[in-house]
């Protein structure tokens, strides 16, 4: 097989014991073999037009009716938008970098399920495939570390965001956890979906968790933008 002219050991093995559960990883794998490293970061940017967020299709009815995010929309469109309203002018060039890195794996590291290229989620697609989260976490790894083999720069900052040390990583690991939150509220108000087709989210993510459980900027955007938003949206 071709990726084993790139991993080999223990590296090897490991892949292959992902890709017997995932056939298409091993597929994409192969792709990027055959490019030269100075033409992939671009080609999982077109990659990841194809690759959707797995949580609309198990969490609700958003994937069946066609509305679901692409990683691509997630990573340079949504996030930007919330870094730009909720944070300080001197963090956002920080935050950004970090949201333009830190999905690209997934340009690699994906599911085909029912013909739908979708973002690995183990805990929720037994039924497709069973990986555990420390798996995923290490194809990742073996991902994005081909992707980036000639971008030094944006492997650091990968890096960095990974390592969650700083007080702008932490953040953004925050915001890339509850930013789903923000579309949900947006369907409802926007008037094709009902509050209950998010019930998974609201149950998942009470005012309660947030406050104690993510970082504070994006904790108190929650609590004083978007928690009056969802009270509205339920009673209503």
């Known amino acids: 097989m071709l990726y084993m002219k790139i991993f080999t050991g223990k590296q090897a093995a490991f892949l292959?014991?992902?890709?017997?559960?995932?056939?298409?990883?091993?597929?994409?794998?192969?792709?990027?073999a055959r490019l030269d490293p100075s033409v992939r970061w671009q080609w999982s940017e077109e990659m990841l037009k194809?690759?959707?967020?797995?949580?609309?299709?198990?969490?609700?009815?958003?994937?069946?009716?066609?509305?679901?995010?692409?990683?691509?929309?997630?990573?340079?469109?949504?996030?930007?938008?919330?870094?730009?309203q909720y944070y300080p002018v001197e963090m956002q060039e920080t935050?950004?970098?970090?949201?333009?890195?830190?999905?690209?794996?997934?340009?690699?590291?994906?599911?085909?399920?029912?013909?739908?290229?979708?973002?690995?989620?183990?805990?929720?697609?037994?039924?497709?495939?069973?990986?555990?989260?420390?798996?995923?976490?290490?194809?990742?790894?073996?991902?994005?570390?081909?992707?980036?083999e000639s971008e030094p720069e944006k492997m650091a900052i990968w890096r960095e965001y990974k390592a969650k040390k700083t007080e702008?990583?932490?953040?953004?690991?925050?915001?890339?956890?509850?930013?789903?939150?923000w579309k949900c509220v947006s369907f409802v108000e926007q008037g094709g979906y009902e509050y209950s087709d998010f019930q998974r989210y609201w149950d998942y993510w009470p005012l309660g968790k947030v406050r104690d459980g993510t970082p504070p900027i994006i904790a108190r955007a929650y609590e004083e933008d978007l928690w009056p938003r969802i009270q509205r949206l339920h009673v209503s």
């Not at 702008?168 to 939150?181: I, Q």
């Open 95 to 148: 935050l950004k970098a970090y949201a333009n890195v830190h999905d690209n794996q997934e340009a690699i590291a994906h599911a085909l399920i029912n013909g739908v290229r979708r973002d690995l989620n183990p805990r929720f697609n037994k039924k497709a495939y069973s990986i555990t989260d420390q798996q995923k976490e290490g194809v990742e790894e073996m991902a994005i570390s081909m992707l980036l």
């Open 50 to 84: 194809e690759v959707f967020r797995d949580g609309w299709f198990v969490n609700t009815p958003v994937g069946v009716h066609g509305d679901a995010e692409t990683v691509l929309d997630h990573k340079k469109d949504h996030l930007p938008h919330l870094i730009e």
């Open 168 to 181: 702008a990583s932490v953040e953004f690991s925050g915001l890339d956890k509850l930013c789903v939150m």
């Open 16 to 32: 292959d014991s992902i890709t017997r559960e995932i056939p298409v990883i091993l597929d994409n794998f192969n792709v990027v």
